[in-house]
Each structure stands twice: as C-alpha cells, then as structure tokens.
C-alpha cells in the first residue's frame, strides 16, 4: 500500500478530469485504488429500484455480470445495509460496519457479494446540493488496513470520478428537481406533521378546498400518487424539512 503521496492524488484527479468517457473515467480511478489495496468499483445514485430502472440513473460497476444480475433481481439495493447507510452517513464507512446492524436480509446482499470473491470494502457516500444521493463502493479481495489520510485520499478522489460522471451522463430525469411554492411548500410541510386538510387550512387561514387543490399540484409536480409519497418525494427532494 502507498504511502501519502499528494502528487499522487492530484495526478489521479487530473486524469479524472481529463476523461472523455465513462470507461476512462473508471479506468483512471481504478488505477488509484489498486495502490491502496481495492479491486472493484460500484458507483451510482441510491434511488428505489422499484420507481427508477437502471438506466434512467448514474450507474458503474465493474463488479462480475452474475453478481450484478442477482442483484438486480433481488432488488437487493432495498435491503443492502451498504446503501442505506450511505442514505444517512457523510462520513465513509466499511461494509463490515454496515453489516454489523444489518437485519437478516442485508447481512444475505452483503454474503453474496462476498460469495464472488468480493470479501472487504469501503462506501463513500456522495451528497449534494441540488443532486439524489449516490456513493462510490469500493472492494477487494483481501482485508485493508487504512489510515484517516488514506481514507482521504481516496475520499476527495472517488468525489472527482462521481462528480465527473454524474455531470458527463446527466442531467438525469429524476434529478430536474421540482420547486415547490411557498404554499405548496407549508400545506406539505404540515402534511409530514400528520395534520389534516382541515387543521392545514385554519393554521394558514385559508379554506379546506385550497388545501386539497395544492396539495394535489405539489404532487403532481413531486411525481407522487397519494399523500404518503408526496411527503416522501418532498423530503427526498430537498423540499421540505424532514
């Protein structure tokens, strides 16, 4: 494993940068990760399966095509401890402390991974402003040891290739996000609370009827289909507070 080299890391940010296509782009981080003992990539936007398909979202990976199509029939992204801790976390973690909470059918996504030779890694979660959540997951066949500076490294690096292709494949359709107005943005807000259309309009003073008709426009513009998912998509969206 490498020791601290900046040059090193602004060599592979460069070359990052420089890439022209998807495949360089991998190929370049690859490249960096080898030095610190990783041999596998998975890079994407954590979105539900069930809503968005694969092709419609920022999706890499170089993991095996079997393991990739199990996945995907599983739709294991749903109960992986790996993702779903990247949904909450900013800070990287390693899978085996993804797993240690898991429940019982995320400790089976995180086993099958390993099953392909896949057995350690480490998530770096992406978050942005104005962008659905991703991460870039990393894996290898043998147990690595890094130090805080080396999880750095890597860090700022996998946020360059991320960040790099989410702006040389997107926009996507899911990332146009909606505005809501200042109205659409309170009778939602109060709707997350559990209030009523009633209790909705005599806390803003306006008539229940108001309260339904824009409620119903910010769902039509969250692409939701009843109130639970209006509440969902808004705070998914950065809408309203969660």
């Not at 995907?72 to 800070?91: E, F, G, I, N, T």
């Not at 909470?101 to 992406?126: C, E, N, Q, W, Y």
Request: aromatic content about 8%; hydrophobic content about 40%.
């Amino acid at each position: 494993m490498r020791a601290y080299d900046g040059s090193a890391v602004l060599e592979a940010i460069r070359a990052i940068n420089s890439a022209g296509t998807p495949e360089a782009t991998l190929s370049a981080l690859s490249a960096f990760i080898d030095g610190y003992g990783f041999e596998r990539i998975y890079l994407g936007q954590l979105v539900n399966p069930a809503n968005v398909p694969l092709k419609d979202i920022l999706y890499l990976s170089d993991w095996p095509e079997e393991l990739k199509e199990q996945r995907r029939l599983q739709m294991a992204a749903l109960h992986d401890p790996v993702a779903l801790c990247a949904l909450r976390s900013k800070c990287p973690f390693t899978w085996a402390e993804a797993r240690a909470t898991a429940s019982r059918a995320g400790k089976r996504t995180v086993d099958l991974v390993r099953d392909h030779g896949i057995t350690d890694g480490m998530m770096f979660p992406m978050h942005a402003l104005q962008s659905v959540p991703g991460g870039v997951s990393l894996g290898g066949s043998r147990k690595t040891d890094l130090t805080r500076t080396q999880v750095k490294e890597l860090e700022i690096v996998c946020q360059t290739a991320y960040y790099h292709l989410e702006a040389m494949l997107g926009p996507f359709p899911y990332q146009q996000l909606a505005q809501l107005t200042r109205r659409e943005r309170e009778c939602v807000q109060f709707a997350a609370a559990g209030k009523s259309n009633w209790e909705i309009a005599a806390i803003l003073g306006i008539a229940e009827d108001t309260v339904k008709k824009t409620l119903h426009r910010a769902g039509g513009k969250l692409e939701a289909v009843n109130r639970a998912h209006i509440v969902a998509n808004a705070i998914a969206r950065h809408q309203i507070f969660p």
